[in-house]
């Protein structure tokens, strides 16, 4: 279904699958500072506050990009110690002292990796557009691989549903919508669109939020279906639609998936009997359903379909069941932990983010 332009606000922007960097992420290209100087930084929505490494470094990864140098930028502003944005980073336990009067932040994440610098705003350009007095973090320092070894990205521009994302930030201008397409291949081109029209979405989900955790957009699964078997799900489950980082595998760091699941026995077992005609293979990582497809010159797997509620049912194209030989979901520790909806099975679906109509939305075939 072709995706439908909303009004003169909405701004459109490509997003390709970052192999050439050293990813699996899908990144785009944006500019910073005054004048601008290109970055290409991959899409999140699993989190509210942009960064992007910057000068001096005392421990970053290599990029492909020039580093951001925040002393050539004429609009560049760190925030002050005594400023209501570095009030917020304590409030939020990202606070990290000060550095003479500018305020520094300090984030870790789940993988025991962590990063500071300085909380700053300066002009973001996104193609032809301009974001004046974006908030974003100035990376000076990473530790336990943050991005990993292979990754040459500058940074992560974040949709998350806080105050901080450029969602947030963008939606007196964009509107509190917007729509991104992930491509499949390096070649192929999807795009990220702020003010999207929510029209053209005929599948549609509620979408659920959390006054705890308010960067996480949620969505009610009722049921999984694996050719024509429905798996009932516990009740209630709620999955959050952000990328989720999964195993190594062949030359690069991660890859990003699924880690949708509820009982993995039950999956993965109605999973296997669809694809009994093939020998089981050794897992990939957390991966642990693979299948040994020597030989055979096609491949024929069960369709599986994610059913939401409100009725909206999706079917995953064959590139979101299967990555590499492997089945592309990986089990969470129990039923009660919250499921992942990854960017493999996002793949070349449009997926609307209708904030203020409280709706997420699916076309397929978008890209």
Not at 150 to 178: C, M, N, R, V, Y
Not at 314 to 343: H, K, M, Q, T, Y
């Amino acid at each position: 279904m072709a995706r439908t332009k909303s009004s003169r606000n909405d701004l459109t922007l490509p997003t390709t699958l970052g192999l050439s960097l050293g990813t699996l992420q899908h990144v785009i290209t944006v500019g910073i500072g005054s004048p601008a100087v290109n970055q290409t930084m991959f899409i999140d929505t699993g989190s509210d506050v942009s960064w992007v490494q910057c000068k001096p470094c005392s421990r970053c990864h290599s990029q492909a990009d020039s580093l951001f140098d925040p002393s050539l930028s004429s609009t560049y502003s760190p925030f002050t110690c005594s400023s209501a944005a570095c009030a917020q980073l304590r409030q939020d336990d990202r606070g990290n002292g000060c550095s003479g009067s500018q305020c520094q932040y300090i984030l870790n994440y789940g993988d025991a990796s962590r990063t500071t610098g300085s909380y700053s705003s300066d002009t973001l350009s996104l193609g032809s557009n301009a974001v004046s007095n974006f908030k974003f973090r100035c990376n000076q320092s990473e530790s336990c691989l943050l991005l990993h070894d292979q990754d040459q990205t500058a940074g992560l521009i974040e949709l998350g549903g806080g105050a901080q994302s450029l969602a947030t930030q963008t939606s007196g201008t964009f509107g509190k919508a917007f729509s991104y397409c992930l491509p499949l291949t390096p070649g192929s081109s999807g795009f990220l669109t702020m003010g999207v029209a929510t029209s053209g979405f005929v599948v549609k989900t509620p979408l659920l939020r959390s006054r705890q955790v308010p960067e996480y957009y949620g969505v009610k699964i009722k049921h999984i279906r694996i050719g024509t078997l429905p798996l009932h799900l516990p009740s209630g489950l709620v999955l959050d639609l952000n990328n989720c980082y999964l195993v190594p595998a062949l030359s690069m760091n991660i890859i990003s998936g699924s880690c949708l699941m509820q009982d993995g026995y039950s999956f993965k077992s109605a999973f296997r009997a669809g694809m009994k005609q093939y020998p089981p293979a050794q897992p990939m990582g957390i991966l642990d359903t693979c299948f040994d497809f020597s030989g055979q010159s096609s491949i024929r797997i069960p369709t599986i379909a994610l059913m939401f509620s409100g009725g909206a049912v999706v079917n995953l194209s064959p590139e979101g069941i299967i990555l590499e030989s492997c089945l592309a979901f990986a089990a969470n520790r129990d039923d009660s932990s919250l499921g992942i909806i990854g960017n493999v099975q996002q793949r070349m679906f449009e997926v609307l983010y209708d904030v203020g109509g409280g709706a997420v939305g699916f076309n397929v075939g978008a890209c």
